[in-house]
């Protein structure tokens, strides 16, 4: 409890981060919110803002390469948010889509970032991997929410070490759920065209 | 009667303003609770909600002391900062730059008050840090749009940490005859300009008629203009026995520093609208962010300080 205060606090202190529920009001249901990703710390971020009864049944789905790597990162990816950690290159016996379904199965949600890897370039939002097409085809009856973190690429980007503190704030959109029949790039357009709608831009340069 | 005595009867008159505000407030929407909601009365409301925590805040950090006034205004630069820098359109190559505005410049600013070093409090900002940080930047190798970007993060740290920091570098000033009570002149400053612009809120709201400059603020008027000005200058001279100085020169450093006050929120109103947005933020409901509260004080306390500074200090 005071590590969670501690998190969420030092998070709300340092980024003033403010919600939007725009599309949809927070739920118990399970969800898959799918996000654009800027740092290792995104879904930090999401965690902070939803309400504790839902912060209790959500678990990102982050990079195992990355959160296994020491000790602390264990502890805190493991213990602390019970994060669902996938392999870049999964082994035969480890299948990243089945690992997710089972999760949302057991009732919580899933956060997680379609597009695979951190934006460094100038565009808002690469294209999605096709991780979100097989989750979403595995369980169609789970909504979709897609999920815009503002300005956090520029609090921490990648490579960088000291975190800067500016405004930033998560917006969540209308609940999508896959068509009948949908083929990939028609789902993944659709979704990601979602996310983008999104964005609160300010004059913000990238 | 003492300096303490002198606070608490201010913060009790504050406080007494605020009761007669509430109530005028929840009258107002009694009234207008038959016809349906007001956004201005909803909007009036959770203002004095928000100037109830802000008297909380100084009351607070008052109580603590120079300490305490020292460090409030320090987070209010930081909050202030933040809301600057989050609108000005940087790169990823003044990313060290920015976190050494936030973590080194900011906090030594305020500690050169602490220290009472008043030569580098000065000259620390418009000197060192102007030629610091353009040549972190430019170690990055990022030419895009070098200029703006070093100048917009210079102009921020001037308004938000530079401008904003005289108004505890107040507390530094030896003012025969007005020993140990410093945190007073800082109560003057403050009451004075805050009061100005809620005058000039309430003016323009009963009277307003004629813009001043509709491109720039569609809100300010003539009538809020100068019965602003006129009714924050009568609280200035009201206020006099807090002060060093006497109820004439009062009036007329009031008079002074709600121009200040008013061009201060032209200044930023420009940036707003060239930004594209209304507020700098939502930190304080009804108000924006900390910003929309300060740009008033940000723009009068450095004109308050040295003219002082010039003619009461030892």
């Known amino acids: ?206 | 009667m003492t300096a303490t005595g002198q606070g608490i009867a201010l913060f009790a008159g504050i406080a007494g303003v605020l009761v007669i505000a509430s109530t005028i407030g929840v009258m107002l929407q009694r009234r207008e609770a038959t016809t349906g909601r007001n956004a201005v009365i909803e909007n009036l409301n959770s203002r004095i909600k928000t100037w109830w925590a802000i008297l909380l805040a100084l009351w607070l950090a008052f109580w603590l002391g120079d300490a305490g006034a020292i460090a409030l205004f320090g987070l209010a630069s930081f909050a202030s900062l933040r809301e600057f820098l989050t609108l000005t359109p940087t790169r990823r190559a003044d990313h060290l730059a920015l976190a050494i505005a936030f973590f080194v410049v900011l906090p030594f600013q305020y500690y050169l008050i602490w220290i009472r070093w008043y030569e580098l409090f000065l000259i620390f900002i418009p000197v060192y840090a102007f030629l610091l940080l353009p040549i972190v930047a430019a170690l990055r190798g990022d030419t895009a749009g070098f200029m703006p970007r070093v100048a917009e993060v210079q102009w921020g740290l001037m308004i938000c940490v530079f401008c904003l920091s005289h108004v505890p570098a107040l507390l530094t000033l030896d003012i025969p005859g007005y020993e140990g009570r410093h945190l007073l002149l800082i109560g003057f400053l403050i009451i004075v300009v805050q009061f100005n612009d809620v005058l000039q809120y309430v003016w323009g709201k009963l009277f307003g008629r004629h813009k001043i400059a509709p491109q720039v603020s569609p809100s300010k008027t003539v009538e809020g203009l100068v019965g602003g000005v006129l009714s924050a200058t009568l609280v200035g001279v009201g206020l006099w026995w807090i002060t060093p100085f006497s109820p004439w020169q009062a009036g007329a450093i009031a008079l002074v520093i709600n121009l200040m006050g008013f061009f201060g929120g032209l200044v930023m109103s420009a940036i707003k609208r060239d930004r594209g947005v209304k507020d700098w933020g939502q930190t304080l409901k009804g108000h924006g962010g900390i910003l929309d509260r300060l740009d008033s004080v940000v723009f009068a306390a450095p004109i308050f300080f040295h003219l002082t500074r010039y003619w009461w200090a030892a």
């Open chain 1, 1 to 206: 409890m005071i590590v969670t205060a501690a998190v969420t606090g030092f998070a709300r202190c340092f980024t003033g981060v403010r919600a939007h529920w725009l599309g949809c009001a927070p739920a118990l249901v399970p969800r898959i919110y799918f996000a654009n990703h800027t740092s290792h710390v995104d879904f930090v971020l999401i965690w902070t803002v939803l309400p504790p009864a839902q912060r209790r049944v959500v678990r990102p789905v982050a990079c195992a390469d990355y959160w296994l790597a020491n000790r602390l990162r264990r502890l805190v990816s493991e213990q602390f948010f019970r994060a669902v950690l996938i392999y870049r290159n999964p082994e035969p016996l480890r299948h990243p889509i089945g690992l997710m379904a089972n999760v949302l199965d057991a009732g919580s949600s899933l956060i997680v970032f379609p597009e695979g890897t951190r934006k460094t370039g100038p565009e808002r939002l690469l294209p999605f991997k096709s991780g979100l097409y097989h989750l979403a085809r595995s369980r169609p009856h789970v909504e979709l929410v897609p999920v815009w973190i503002e300005n956090l690429s520029r609090v921490m980007p990648k490579g960088e070490i000291v975190p800067v503190p500016l405004l930033c704030s998560v917006t969540f959109g209308a609940p999508l759920r896959m068509f009948d029949g949908e083929d990939k790039t028609a789902f993944l357009d659709r979704t990601r065209h979602a996310l983008l709608e999104l964005r609160r831009d300010r004059n913000i340069a990238p």
